[in-house]
């Protein structure tokens, strides 16, 4: 019996609450709607008290509801987790009633509210941008704030996954081989964010992407990339002393410069083969000069053979032989 009573009770409670809400959206009584709004703001019920509190602005224009109702309104879309809103929200009531008392706490719920709408870093960061500046304004407009100090945390946190996408995104280059590439990314991401706190292991992937470009490399290129990469090593050593990165960049180090040693002497070999083919190339294109020279010779003794041959020939022709003179008897 007591359960059936239970049941009976909680029934009206539920119907009396149903045909409170659906008097108040029906109501045209801003007194009634906005009481009944508090009552669902103070019971966690954000959707009905947003519902309600949406049929208000016209309603309390001008009275002194009017803050109350925009301020309940951004927090019910705050806790109602449609935050890009509530931003919008707070952000329009520290601008429309900047004597409230509550302009700084609005402030610091719009940055909050960009923070919220910050994606993983594996997404796009455009809101994470958005709120580091929205944050950073609040850091700005309210520096002795008692809120600032976790306001400089979440640009912190904001910043740290920043890094860490540019770093995951520079990693996929080193993944996929495209060694140059990578070093050139994480230059670009230690550049971007010099108090990175991801820089030894930036520093630990551009030096083995040097490394792998390096003994990889094509003849030409190949003196230049293990010295740059020996150096680099060099330095990883020297400022992360005593640390896992300046073991590795110690081993890589000492790899390459075997690997400069080792290509020293290819390279002395190669240029010992290249001199000795220059001088044959050298030695063949002084006998093919030789060659010519002497046809050039040839060729200017028969020109002047012919020459002379023609004088003589022509000479002939305008001095011909005298006639034969015949002699009569007498």
């Given at each position: 019996m007591k359960k059936y009573i239970s049941l009976l009770v909680l029934s009206v409670i539920l119907l009396s609450c149903k045909t409170e809400m659906d008097q108040a959206m029906k109501s045209a009584d801003k007194d009634f709607i906005l009481k009944v709004a508090n009552e669902k703001f103070a019971k966690k019920k954000w959707?009905?008290?947003?519902?309600?509190?949406?049929r208000l602005p016209n309603l309390v224009a001008g009275t002194d509801e009017l803050p109350n109702v925009g301020f309940n309104t951004a927090f019910a879309n705050y806790y109602d987790k449609n935050y890009r809103l509530a931003g919008n929200q707070f952000k329009n009531f520290a601008f429309a009633f900047p004597q409230d008392p509550r302009k700084e706490e609005a402030a610091y719920m719009s940055a909050l509210c960009y923070y919220e709408g910050s994606l993983q870093y594996n997404l796009d960061q455009s809101n994470t941008e958005s709120a580091i500046t929205e944050l950073q304004n609040f850091l700005n407009e309210y520096p002795d704030s008692e809120r600032s100090k976790n306001i400089t945390q979440?640009?912190?946190e904001l910043t740290y996954k920043l890094e860490f996408k540019a770093f995951e995104n520079a990693k996929q280059y080193y993944k996929m081989g495209e060694?140059?590439?990578?070093a050139v990314t994480f230059e670009n991401v230690l550049e971007d964010f010099p108090a990175t706190k991801l820089r030894p292991k930036i520093y630990d992937i551009i030096l083995k992407s040097k490394y792998e470009l390096a003994v990889n490399s094509i003849y030409d290129l190949k003196k230049e990339r293990l010295d740059n990469a020996a150096a680099y090593a060099r330095r990883v050593s020297a400022e992360l002393p005593n640390s896992e990165y300046s073991k590795t960049a110690d081993d890589l180090g000492a790899k390459l410069e075997a690997e400069k040693a080792k290509f020293a002497i290819v390279q002395a070999d190669v240029e010992k083969r290249k001199a000795e083919y220059e001088a044959k190339v050298k030695n063949a294109e002084a006998?093919?000069?030789?060659?010519?020279e002497l046809a050039q010779e040839k060729n200017q003794a028969k020109m002047e053979n012919s020459a002379e041959?023609?004088?003589?020939?022509?000479?002939k022709i305008s001095s011909p032989e005298p006639q034969a003179t015949f002699k009569f008897k007498r």
């Open positions: 959707s009905d008290a947003l519902a309600l509190y949406d979440l640009v912190d060694y140059k590439a990578a006998k093919e000069g030789e060659k010519k041959q023609a004088r003589r020939d022509s000479a």
